[in-house]
């Protein structure tokens, strides 16, 4: 049995260049609590079509403290 794809190899096999980010808060155009799960829906820009949206989307969350100190760190040591 393989060992599963990690998110670091995945992206780094797509490439920065084939990728573009969209923070979902921002996007948010509904929120609903359900009994055992909640709905968001945002929107994009991105196209769509009878067969689906134009891209693949994937959505990964992270806890909102971890998520502002390593985009903080990031912009503080760019080259690091």
Do not use: C
């Not at 921002?26 to 968001?40: C, F």
């Amino acid at each position: 049995m393989s060992k599963p794809i990690t998110l670091t190899e995945l992206l780094l096999e797509i490439g920065d260049d084939n990728l573009a980010m969209q923070p979902l808060g921002p996007a948010v155009t509904n929120m609903a609590k359900r009994r055992d799960y909640n709905e968001v829906s945002f929107a994009t820009e991105t196209p769509f079509s009878m067969k689906g949206l134009a891209k693949t989307g994937l959505v990964v969350w992270v806890d909102r403290d971890v998520f502002d100190a390593a985009v903080k760190r990031l912009k503080e040591h760019p080259n690091d």
